[in-house]
């Protein structure tokens, strides 16, 4: 598959990227973007949810009524889950939600992702370019340019660019990575996937 390769005015500069069948073209696997998916989603979360169980309840360990004879259940301290005030019966506790997935399942997932991006023409590829300084303005412009205004939008770059990643910073809707940290995740949330030209090159021999 070849694209055509833009410019920062999103005018075409007469050059072409071919885009790699066995990354970009191959029969996509939903399960393996599932997996990664929720991977990259557990990954996320902190674990530190916490609840205080019997023994942590603060009280009296006073027997709070005869064993029998009451016509209720026995209960042998206010700290009892059952009671107001007691302890969490099976609460929470501190956890790691990380799983592990085979690297070979995590390429293929973001080949799979790729694959969908290239099927539904969501990928623009774009001329290296550079921000002399960090300007939000001149990256709005960009995306412009290449009409992506009211659009989820992901910019791949080949290695990290501090002036680029901090204009684009307050602009809603656009993120930038670099091709190492491209993931299934973010490559399903964008609606566009914008690679820099050299980055192409970078993103298929790391796949």
């Known amino acids: ?48 949810h916490k609840t205080k ?26 700290k009892n889950p059952i009671f107001r005030g007691g302890g969490r019966a099976f609460g929470p506790r501190p956890r790691d939600y990380g799983f592990k997935l085979n690297k070979k399942v995590k390429d293929l997932a973001r080949k799979s992702a790729l694959s969908y991006k290239a099927l539904s ?18 990256f709005v412009k960009i995306g412009d340019s290449l009409n992506l205004s009211n659009k989820n939008s992901l910019f791949v770059l080949p290695e990290q660019n501090k002036n680029i990643y901090l204009s684009s910073r307050n602009v809603q809707g656009v993120e930038v990575v670099t091709a190492r940290e491209l993931c299934t995740y973010k490559i399903m949330k964008a609606s566009t996937l914008v690679f820099v030209e050299s980055a192409v090159d970078v993103l298929q021999s790391a796949l």
């Open 53 to 78: 169980q019997r023994a942590e309840i603060a009280g009296s360990n006073r027997k709070i009524k005869r064993q029998k004879g009451t016509g209720t259940a026995r209960a042998g301290s206010n």
């Open 121 to 138: 023409n969501n990928i623009i590829v774009l001329e290296d370019f550079t921000i002399e300084a960090p300007k939000t303005r001149e």
């Open 1 to 48: 598959m070849e694209l055509a390769v833009l410019n920062i005015q999103g005018e075409e500069t007469g050059r072409k990227v071919l885009l790699n069948d066995s990354v970009f073209g191959i029969e996509p696997n939903d399960h393996a973007i599932y997996l990664d998916t929720k991977q990259f989603l557990a990954n996320q979360r902190q674990g530190t």
